[in-house]
């Protein structure tokens, strides 16, 4: 999933270089797990272990502890709201789609996070709460690489005005986080543990 294409249309830092420093540990812990589920014995197929959703837990982990830590900040409420992903799922409509559109509408909920952390770094001053953003976008890039490597059609940002997934707005930084970790433990999971080469290597 290219989530810096838009940035770099407009000349500014892709996000993948934008935090490419400060992800390594999220980056080494789905590396860590991707070997891990090479040499685990009893697994029914070795040759698929980013099926594995561990990696997915920990970056849902991650989002949780983020909105816990931007409860206590007086700055992160803000007249602007952000533009988010609707977190919840309506079941039905979901089992309608395919797994492309279902795979279009993560990967435009992840862009419209991605934005609306960079916005949110901009917004505030606290060094301490820099680290929760940054670590979180560096882990939606990490989970558009395991689309990727999902088979999942690369993603290519919209223009604003032409998103077509229903979205949310929110006003303060905790509410986006909640909005994040609620949508990696919906949408993201619901995909991820149904995509269709995983389904492949159980059958």
Known sequence: MDLDGANERNGETPLRDYV?????????????????????????????????????????????EAEAA??????????????????????????KKDSEQQALEVQTGLWLLSQALLSLKTSVSNTALHSHIDNNLGNIVSIGQ??????????????????TTDTWRV???????????????GKVRLLM???????QAVS
């Open 171 to 185: 006003t303060s930084a905790s509410a986006l986080f909640q909005v994040q970790f609620n949508f990696l433990r």
């Open 20 to 64: 490419d420093s400060v992800m390594e540990i999220p980056r080494l812990f789905a590396v860590l797990l991707i070997v891990l589920g090479w040499i685990s014995p009893g697994l029914p197929s070795p040759l698929w272990p980013i099926c594995d959703l561990r990696a997915l837990d920990h970056f849902v982990k991650k989002a949780q």
């Open 146 to 163: 395991v689309l990727r490597s999902l088979s999942f059609p690369d993603y290519t940002p919209p223009e604003a005005a032409s998103v």
């Open 193 to 199: 543990s149904h995509a269709p080469v995983c389904q």
């Open 70 to 95: 931007m409860r206590s900040c007086k700055e992160c409420s803000f007249t602007t709201p952000f533009t988010v992903p609707q977190p919840s799922v309506d079941y039905n409509a979901w089992r």
